[in-house]
């Protein structure tokens, strides 16, 4: 149902108020994170900023940064029009099966203490917590195949 595809210049002004919403913005931060996504991706050849999209409609935003130990970390925000549709876990099972991601043995993401949602996502999808909350207050989460 999702398509991944390289995230573009042309994505920002659709994702951009996206990081207005106020949950958006208390777990990843303001309209810049889409940017810094693509700059990011464009700069290092394991940087990965994907748009997830619905019959052309982008409706997910994921990066993933690719290490050389074959893991890597994903951070994922939806449309926030479209949450508790199942957007995320099948963004995220889009993730799991992409080709450019076949090497990769390990995924993990930090997961703010107090945001049950991601939590909860991941916890459907297999992942499971690697520790207790870091000084930051995060939680990793990491799926091993």
């Given at each position: 149902?999702?398509?991944?595809?390289?995230?573009?210049?042309?994505?920002?002004?659709?994702?951009?108020?996206?990081?207005?919403?106020?949950?958006?913005?208390?777990?990843l931060g303001g309209r810049d994170w889409a940017e810094n996504?693509?700059?990011?991706?464009?700069?290092?050849?394991?940087?990965?900023?994907?748009?997830?999209?619905?019959?052309?409609?982008?409706?997910?935003?994921?990066?993933?940064?690719?290490?050389?130990?074959?893991?890597?970390?994903?951070?994922?925000?939806?449309?926030?029009?479209?949450?508790?549709?199942?957007?995320?876990?099948?963004?995220?099972?889009?993730?799991?099966?992409?080709?450019?991601?076949?090497?990769?043995?390990?995924?993990?993401?930090?997961?703010?203490?107090?945001?049950?949602?991601?939590?909860?996502?991941?916890?459907?999808?297999?992942?499971?917590?690697?520790?207790?909350?870091?000084?930051?207050?995060?939680?990793?989460?990491?799926?091993?195949?």
């Amino acid at each position: 149902m999702h398509d991944l595809h390289d995230l573009c210049q042309g994505h920002l002004p659709q994702i951009a108020p996206w990081f207005d919403d106020p949950v958006t913005r208390r777990w990843l931060g303001g309209r810049d994170w889409a940017e810094n996504t693509l700059l990011l991706a464009k700069a290092d050849t394991n940087r990965h900023g994907l748009i997830a999209s619905i019959e052309g409609n982008p409706v997910a935003l994921l990066d993933v940064e690719v290490y050389a130990d074959s893991s890597a970390s994903f951070a994922i925000v939806v449309d926030p029009r479209l949450r508790q549709r199942g957007i995320a876990t099948r963004a995220l099972k889009a993730m799991l099966e992409f080709t450019r991601f076949a090497p990769v043995s390990r995924f993990f993401a930090g997961v703010q203490h107090g945001n049950e949602s991601s939590a909860r996502l991941l916890a459907r999808l297999g992942f499971t917590p690697t520790a207790k909350p870091s000084e930051q207050g995060f939680i990793d989460y990491e799926l091993v195949r």
